[in-house]
Each structure stands twice: as structure tokens, then as C-alpha cells.
């Protein structure tokens, strides 16, 4: 079983930033990996994600401000925040792929004050 640990949230202020880690129990090299948000009273909804060949994309309301990145040798995925709103206050989730199936995390909080 891939067990996905994230880790990095936190309460801060607009306008401030944060960096995620999601470290992964498994190898991530050639794995496509993502975040996700979660708000309370709101689905789950993509922020980013990394193919292995390092492609990157983004969700509109993040783009210009989030950075998603990996390290293969630490097994680690992160999310660099900046520019943060209280609308970015969610539970941050980490998923991998690994064909047909894929991995959540636990999610991290992540609280934005105006």
C-alpha cells in the first residue's frame, strides 16, 4: 500500500506563502503526482500537477502564484504557495498515479487570514 505523507501547512496571512511536501512510501520517478484542495462545504478540486517528465500544470486560479515541483531522489512532491488568499483556505491533498490506480494523503491545513 503507497502511503502518501504531506506536511507544510499552517496559518497565515494574505499575501504571505507557504511550501507543501507530500513524501511518498514509494518511489516517484516515472509517477505523474498532484495536489488538491478541499474547503469546507466544497468538493474536491485540483490545484496542479507534475508528469515525470517534469510537465507542469496548473488550475486557473492558482496559476501565476502556486509552483508545483518533485525531487525523485527524496521520493517528495512539493507545492510552493505564494501570494496567498483566504479563498486558498482548504485541506491541501497529495495524489499519486501509478496505473490503474491511484494514492491520496492525508491532507494538510491550510488556513489563510484577511
Known amino acids: 500500500q503507497v502511503q502518501l505523507v504531506e506536511s507544510g501547512g499552517g496559518l497565515v496571512q494574505a499575501g504571505g506563502s507557504l511550501r507543501l511536501s507530500c513524501v511518498a512510501s514509494?518511489?516517484?520517478?516515472?509517477?505523474?503526482m498532484g495536489w488538491y484542495r478541499q474547503a469546507p462545504g466544497n468538493q474536491r478540486e485540483w490545484v496542479a500537477s507534475?508528469?515525470?517528465?517534469?510537465?507542469?500544470t496548473y488550475a486557473d486560479y492558482v496559476k501565476g502564484r502556486f509552483t508545483i515541483s518533485r525531487d525523485n531522489t527524496k521520493n517528495t512532491v512539493y507545492l510552493q504557495m505564494n501570494s496567498l488568499k483566504p479563498d486558498d483556505t482548504a485541506v491541501y491533498y497529495c495524489?499519486?498515479?501509478?496505473?490503474?490506480?491511484?494514492?491520496w494523503g492525508q491532507g494538510t491545513q491550510v488556513t489563510v487570514s484577511s
Open positions: 495524489r499519486m498515479w501509478i496505473t490503474p490506480a491511484n494514492y
Open positions: 514509494e518511489s516517484t520517478f516515472s509517477r505523474a
Open positions: 507534475i508528469l515525470s517528465t517534469g510537465f507542469t
